[in-house]
């Protein structure tokens, strides 16, 4: 597949973005025996390094106070347009979105639904299609922690 001359140029400015460069020095490393792919650095804000090829990606987990991931979790996302498009996360629990499948205009509602659970995110999602730029642990006033599904469907 061919790159797109968008992906080349966000590409090139990110390898010469001493700002970026020290954002993604400062993420976890990678898994001991998870290859980098679909199912790498679950819960990270995976448009650090793939902005340009992915418009959203995230994660979501089984609970709040585990990191067992959701997988088979449907990821609706909305845009401002009302245009639609439905994700489904991996054995990782990882979701991402293709730049050319879809290009969300801003602000965009997400519901996800898992074990016959919706849950639909309150505030509308901004600027950013990474989950894990706002949803990161530990949870507290800069972040409401991962993302997750509840069992009764109501979260704290």
Known sequence: MKPSTAALIGLIALACDPVHDEAVAALPGEAPGVPRGPTHRPGQPCLLC????????????????????????????????????????????????RTGEFS????????????????????????????????????GPASPGHVYVPPDGVTP
């Open 50 to 97: 793939h902005a340009g090829q992915f418009s959203v990606a995230g994660t979501v987990f089984v609970d709040a106070n585990d990191l067992a991931p959701a997988v088979g979790a449907d990821v609706k996302l909305t845009d401002s347009q009302s245009h639609t498009f439905d994700a489904t996360t991996n054995e990782a629990g990882n979701f991402f979105v």
């Open 104 to 139: 969300p205009v801003y602000p965009m509602k997400v519901a996800v639904a898992y074990g016959g659970v919706t849950v639909k995110m309150t505030a509308d999602v901004g600027r950013d299609g990474a989950c894990a730029s706002c949803h990161f642990d530990p949870p």
